[in-house]
Every structure is written in C-alpha cells, then in structure tokens.
Nanobody, 127 residues
C-alpha cells in the first residue's frame, strides 16, 4: 500500500489543522491506520490510530481531547484533525498502516506493528 500525507503547514499556537492520509493500490477498509510524529532530535512517537471501519480509535495521552482521527474508506482517506496546537506539536507527521484479520483489533501505537509508511508532512507551530 502506498500512503501519502498532506495538510501540513505553519501556524500559530492555538490554531487547528487537518492532516490527510491517502492510500492507493488497496482496499483501505482492510487496514488499521495510525498517525505518528517525529520532532527534531526525538524519536518517532505514536499519536493516534483507527480501526479498519473507524468504529474504534486510540490516542496518546498528550493529544487526546484535542486531536480526532477519522476515516472515509469510500475515498481511501484517513484524517487527523488537530486543535489547540502548541509549539511542542512541531514535527513531521506520518501515517502508517497494517492489515489486521480481526475487524475489531486491539489498537496499538507501537510503530513496529505498522508495515507501510508515508513520507510525512511537516507541521510547525509557532508561539
């Protein structure tokens, strides 16, 4: 599966942004999709993940209540809506995916579980 992120940009603290992850070459409804981010000098960390049909989602403690993940399988798209962004959210954001046999998998933000990755999109939040 090929994944392409878009929607990154530069904005001021407190602003909102929506990232998109587009998949091609597959039936996206078979894939769990996660969002990860990597800030300069830091390791890549999980942000959010969503099950194949979108009925379940999971967030890291640092973003829950401010970020919302959703998907539109008819368009092969997954979104990450980010609100009240802070400068520490500055990072390259990646989407990633893997196939899971169960329609309701136990969701994880372990990067090693994801086997397809996009190239990332830069988000920069200024204070």
């Amino acid at each position: 599966v090929q994944l392409v992120e878009s929607g990154g940009g530069t904005l001021q603290s407190g602003g909102s942004l929506r990232l998109s992850c587009a998949a091609s070459g597959v039936s996206f409804e078979d894939y769990v999709v996660g969002w990860f981010r990597q800030a300069p000098g830091k390791e890549r960390g999980g942000v959010s993940t969503i099950s194949q049909c979108g009925e379940n989602s999971y967030y890291s403690d640092t973003v829950k209540d401010r970020f919302t993940v959703s998907r539109d399988n008819s368009k092969n798209l997954v979104y990450l809506q980010m609100a009240n962004l802070k400068p520490e959210a500055t990072a390259v954001y990646f989407c990633a995916s893997y196939v899971h046999a169960s329609p309701s998998p136990s969701l994880s933000l372990l990067a090693a579980e994801y086997d397809s990755w996009g190239q990332g999109t830069q988000v920069t939040v200024s204070s």
